[in-house]
Every structure is written in C-alpha cells, then in structure tokens.
C-alpha cells in the first residue's frame, strides 16, 4: 500500500519509503503498476492550522516586513506624517508626491503592506 506524501512523493507503508515522482525510479514505476491494477493510495494528509497558528503566522509575515526596513513602525509613520504635512502645506497633490518622491514611495508601500496584513490579521477570528 501506499500514500500520496505531496505533489511529487509517495509513501509506500510496508517501509515507510518516500518515494519521489521519476519514472526512472523503479519503486515510482512499481507504485504506477500498483495503481493500474485498480488499487487507490491513501490520500495526503490535510493541514488544518489553528487559528493561533492563522495569526502567529499572519504576524510573523508582518514583523519579517517591519524587520526588512531601516526604521522602526513609529519612525516610518513620523516620516510620512511629517512629508505629508510638508505637502498638504505647499497644496502638493499626494499622488505628485508619491510619483515624484521614492523615499515617500517606499515608506507608503510598506505601509500599505503592513496595514493590509494587520487587516487580515483582524479578520482572523
């Protein structure tokens, strides 16, 4: 007998061999023989996260985003107020700003990016 590990391994149980998806593997072409005969593998198992699991991992996509950039959430959401402000006082559309400024481009961005998984982190319930 046999069970489907992932896309591209089997597992076949009287060994517990892992046994990848070539058919130059003669163990892969003995499991191809095995299924022509009408026998069925048993299916993968499926991954169920927890919800703590759901947002420890959501989080994590987030601190590895807030970890990648040279200042910290506070300081890049001082900078964006502060250039946004500047802008809004000398009547600079924030769409010229952002085509026209990377720095202000890039804080918006990652801004954008955390804001949106920080959204999906809440949604999790």
């Known amino acids: 007998m046999y069970k489907i590990l992932d896309s591209n391994n089997i597992k076949r149980l009287s060994d517990n061999a892992s046994i990848p998806n070539d058919e130059r593997n003669t163990d892969y072409t003995n499991y191809l023989l095995w299924v022509a005969e009408g026998n069925t593998p048993e299916p993968a ?3 169920v996260p927890t919800v703590e ?3 420890a991992d959501k989080q994590s996509e987030i601190d590895t985003i807030e970890a990648s950039q040279y200042m910290t959430r506070g300081e890049r959401e ?3 107020a ?3 402000a500047q802008a809004t006082a000398k009547s600079v559309p924030l769409e010229l700003l952002y085509a026209a400024n990377p720095f202000y481009k890039k804080l918006k961005d ?3 990016a955390v804001a949106a998984l920080r959204a999906e982190l809440k949604a999790i319930v």
């Open 45 to 47: 198992d499926v991954y």
């Open 53 to 55: 699991q759901l947002k």
């Open 78 to 80: 001082g900078w964006l």
């Open 82 to 84: 502060m250039i946004e």
């Open 110 to 112: 990652v801004d954008a």
